[in-house]
């Protein structure tokens, strides 16, 4: 039978099940794969992590040593990505650049509808090894510099450092980095990971999945967010404004950006471990006035609206002070979410049913279509 009620937003369906990841708004708590997500943060590689969520168990040692092989043979991108890269406009948003790119990867594979599982993942496996290095590429091109290659003898997190600035910053750095990598690496039925099983519902391929995905991603409501934060604070400069401006943005009815969560009511369960991040790049960078304005403005937030920050809110300014511009936070954010997304391709195809649900018309009644004379 037909269930006619109307849930706008999809809030509060269920649509399918999944193996991969529980966000319990209950208990303030999200585990991959079983595991806390800070427990895994606190011990983990963003390498151990990517294979959990791939492959269901951490890795055993020898597992960990072939997987990263194979990530670090993975990096380099040919002479024709480059070129492509370069030819796009300096004005282009870095997410813009990353979408062409894996549509690119994809368009270049002779193997991309290959949708066997062992074809999959090595794909993904792949993309997770290039778009640092087209990340990085592209930061470096709106500099005016040329790319740096990637350095096999480097981990994931130190090589994207390398291949950015030329050099890898305190291991304090690389470790808050890599911890931003983790959290923001699955977070279940989100709406870009939605986005990428409904492409593959329709049989479509990896590559075609994870580039619709990284347009949803890009959007403010999303992933845009941690970039809107940033802007949002330089907005409002010091913590002696945060109670103004907010009482403009508020009447105004602006969204907060930074603050609020479609299945967190009651507090984000990533934001702990991301602020303790944040607090450690703010002492290391000697960010006081910053930290400031950021508390100020969530204690006004939080006793006015009582809307809590989602991960959003501490990864931009962290990734500000780690050096980062900020039209490159979203592109991070993909760096991260792309095994997510792609766990959620393989998990889709396993027990595929094609998404497609249905609309209640509320338009026109059913009349005849006039002849050309009586449309003047
Ligand atoms: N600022 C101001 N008001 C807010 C905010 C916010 N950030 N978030 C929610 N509200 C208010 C809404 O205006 C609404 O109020 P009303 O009932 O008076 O109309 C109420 O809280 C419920 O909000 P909804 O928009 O219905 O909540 P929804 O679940 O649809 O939205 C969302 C969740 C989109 C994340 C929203 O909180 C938002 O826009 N936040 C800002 C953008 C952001 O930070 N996005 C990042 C999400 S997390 C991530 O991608 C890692």
Redesign the pocket.
Known sequence: MTDTAIRK?L?GVVVDTTEISMVDEASNSLTYRGYPVQDLAASCTFEEVSYLLWYGELPTAGQLREFTARERANRALDRHTLDLLRRLPETAHPMDVLRTAISYLGADDPAEDDASVAANRAKAEAMLAKLPTVVAADHRRRRGLDPIQPDPGLGHAENFFHMCFGRVPEPEVVRCFEVSMIL?AE?SF???TFTARVVTSTLSDIYSSVTAAIGA?KG???????E??MHMLQEIGSAERASDWLDT??AE???????????YKHG?S?VPTMRAALDRMAALRGAEELMELYGALEAE?VAR?G?H?????P?GPAYHLMGFEVPTFTPL?VMARITGWTAHILEQQEANALIRPLSSYTGRERRPVPLPAQRL
Do not use: Q
């Open positions: 937003g809030a923001y977070h989100n709406a870009s991603l403010s409501l999303h992933g845009g967010a941690n809107a934060v943005a508020l009815k602006r969204k907060i950006m930074g603050f609020g969560h479609r299945v984000d990533r937030m609206k809307i920050p989602n991960l959003d809110y990864a954010f």
